[in-house]
């Protein structure tokens, strides 16, 4: 088993970043390490680097104002820690991770089977990269910062501990965290439930548009630029649309897709146990989980949601995987 106080004794100056487009799980398993550290080692340089836009929702965890947006070239870094991602999702503060003299790789998702550090960590059947470093984490280390943040990353890539990605160990795990006596209801509420008045109407305006296919088993939705500039809004609002959009009775694939640039997509999909949504984000250069995927994908609308349908079709066809490979 990993173990971090040792491969970060020597250090002077860590680095730790997740992923572009940072989501709960990625955010609070940054700022759990960061706090663990400097419980360990006060007097060390530990620093969270993280591209925006990062949800304001998470203001509350400890560092979240410490987190550094801007990458100069001329920064070093003993040790550096990938959370949440493999290397290519990095991105700007991937030559950090390159450059460091040790890198290390944590991470849950199917996607990324081999890890891309000198010491990696990958469990695709663990809930979060958050409990993944919870079971990592000297408990001495622990105090009640290092908890919420470890919690909300398990709430929010579990859905409040609906996906089939919960077992039993990560409610245990849940219950030792509540312990360190954080208000875990509020927490569950301001980053899971609570939306602003315009993520209301932004989320309101995709379920009345969106379109049901393949006999309403799949559903998706999209949001264009000029959408998303009359309203005003950017990609932290449109937290939670593809979970709405997977709660429709009967679907078993929804799909979210906002335009980034021109003809450019990033899709998010979700599933029922019956397609892997991970394999199908794989063809398209994305990842993720086997109920939770995305990628980024180019042509119009009509193109992408054939391109994916097809793929769809096959695993709810339970066609057999060399066949698949055909397509």
Same mark, same amino acid.
């Given at each position: 088993?990993?173990?971090?106080?040792?491969?970060?004794?020597?250090?002077?100056?860590? #680095?730790?970043?997740?992923?572009?487009?940072?989501? +709960?799980?990625?955010?609070?398993?940054?700022?759990?390490?960061?706090?663990?550290?400097?419980?360990?080692?006060?007097? /060390?340089?530990?620093?969270?680097?993280?591209?925006?836009?990062?949800? @304001?929702?998470?203001?509350?965890?400890?560092?979240?104002?410490?987190?550094?947006?801007?990458?100069?070239?001329?920064?070093?870094?003993?040790?550096?820690?990938?959370?949440?991602?493999?290397?290519?999702?990095?991105?700007?503060?991937?030559?950090?991770?390159?450059?460091?003299?040790?890198?290390?790789?944590?991470?849950?998702?199917?996607?990324?089977?081999? #890890?891309?550090?000198? =010491?990696?960590?990958?469990?695709?059947?663990?809930?979060?990269?958050?409990?993944?470093?919870?079971?990592?984490?000297?408990?001495?280390?622990?105090?009640?910062?290092?908890?919420?943040?470890?919690?909300?990353?398990?709430?929010?890539?579990?859905?409040?501990?609906?996906?089939?990605?919960? @077992?039993?160990?990560?409610?245990?795990?849940?219950?030792?965290?509540?312990?360190?006596?954080?208000?875990?209801?509020?927490?569950?509420?301001?980053?899971?439930?609570?939306?602003?008045? =315009?993520?209301?109407?932004?989320?309101?305006?995709?379920?009345?548009?969106?379109?049901?296919?393949?006999?309403?088993?799949?559903?998706? !939705?999209?949001?264009?630029? /000029?959408?998303?500039?009359?309203?005003?809004?950017?990609?932290?609002?449109?937290?939670?649309?593809?979970?709405?959009?997977?709660?429709?009775?009967?679907?078993?694939?929804?799909?979210?897709?906002?335009?980034?640039?021109?003809?450019?997509?990033?899709?998010?999909?979700? !599933?029922?146990?019956?397609?892997?949504?991970?394999?199908?984000?794989?063809?398209?250069?994305?990842?993720?989980?086997?109920?939770?995927?995305?990628?980024?994908?180019? +042509?119009?609308?009509?193109?992408?949601?054939?391109?994916?349908?097809?793929?769809?079709?096959?695993?709810?066809?339970?066609?057999?995987?060399?066949?698949?490979?055909?397509?």
């Amino acid at each position: 088993m990993l173990d971090i106080i040792k491969e970060c004794g020597d250090a002077k100056r860590i #680095g730790i970043s997740g992923h572009i487009r940072p989501d +709960g799980d990625a955010i609070s398993s940054c700022l759990a390490l960061r706090k663990y550290l400097l419980n360990a080692f006060p007097d /060390k340089e530990i620093v969270v680097n993280l591209e925006n836009p990062i949800p @304001t929702i998470f203001n509350d965890e400890a560092g979240y104002d410490e987190i550094k947006r801007e990458f100069p070239d001329d920064v070093t870094y003993d040790v550096y820690f990938s959370l949440d991602c493999n290397r290519e999702r990095l991105g700007e503060t991937v030559k950090y991770f390159d450059g460091a003299a040790k890198r290390i790789n944590i991470d849950h998702h199917e996607s990324n089977k081999n #890890g891309a550090g000198d =010491l990696n960590v990958v469990d695709p059947d663990i809930s979060s990269t958050c409990e993944l470093l919870y079971t990592l984490f000297d408990k001495k280390y622990i105090d009640a910062d290092v908890a919420r943040c470890i919690y909300t990353g398990m709430v929010t890539d579990t859905g409040v501990f609906q996906y089939s990605s919960t @077992t039993p160990e990560t409610m245990r795990r849940a219950a030792e965290l509540m312990e360190y006596g954080f208000d875990h209801t509020s927490l569950i509420q301001r980053v899971f439930y609570e939306r602003t008045y =315009l993520q209301s109407q932004i989320l309101g305006r995709c379920l009345m548009e969106s379109v049901r296919f393949m006999g309403g088993r799949c559903v998706v !939705s999209w949001l264009d630029l /000029k959408t998303q500039q009359f309203y005003g809004v950017v990609s932290k609002d449109f937290e939670g649309i593809v979970s709405q959009l997977r709660n429709i009775r009967d679907v078993d694939v929804s799909i979210f897709m906002y335009e980034i640039a021109g003809q450019e997509f990033k899709v998010s999909m979700r !599933s029922s146990e019956k397609v892997n949504v991970a394999k199908i984000a794989e063809r398209f250069g994305g990842g993720g989980h086997a109920r939770a995927a995305g990628c980024n994908m180019t +042509g119009n609308v009509y193109d992408c949601v054939n391109n994916l349908s097809k793929y769809i079709e096959r695993q709810l066809d339970n066609l057999p995987e060399e066949e698949e490979a055909h397509v």
